[in-house]
């Protein structure tokens, strides 16, 4: 075992997003499934090696916002 290494968001702009990512629940996140993303606070999350988004100090899920 061992655990999933995350580095930060290289992708400056838009983004691809998917169910998977953290983003897709977050407030911050413009999210176009399909398309490309964006997120308002500049992608302060981390990504897996595959590009999902896993964690990130920001998030703020959805059902919170008013
Ligand atoms: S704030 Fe973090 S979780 Fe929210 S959209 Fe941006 S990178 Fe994703």
């Not at 953290?22 to 595959?50: F, I, T, V």
């Amino acid at each position: 075992m061992h655990e999933i290494e995350l580095s930060p968001i290289t992708s400056g702009g838009l983004k691809s997003i998917s169910d998977d990512d953290l983003c897709s629940r977050c407030l911050h996140c413009n999210y176009k499934p399909g398309e490309l993303s964006s997120c308002s606070q500049g992608w302060p999350g981390m990504e897996d090696a595959d590009g999902y988004v896993q964690a990130c100090w920001n998030w703020t899920p959805r059902s919170q916002a008013k």
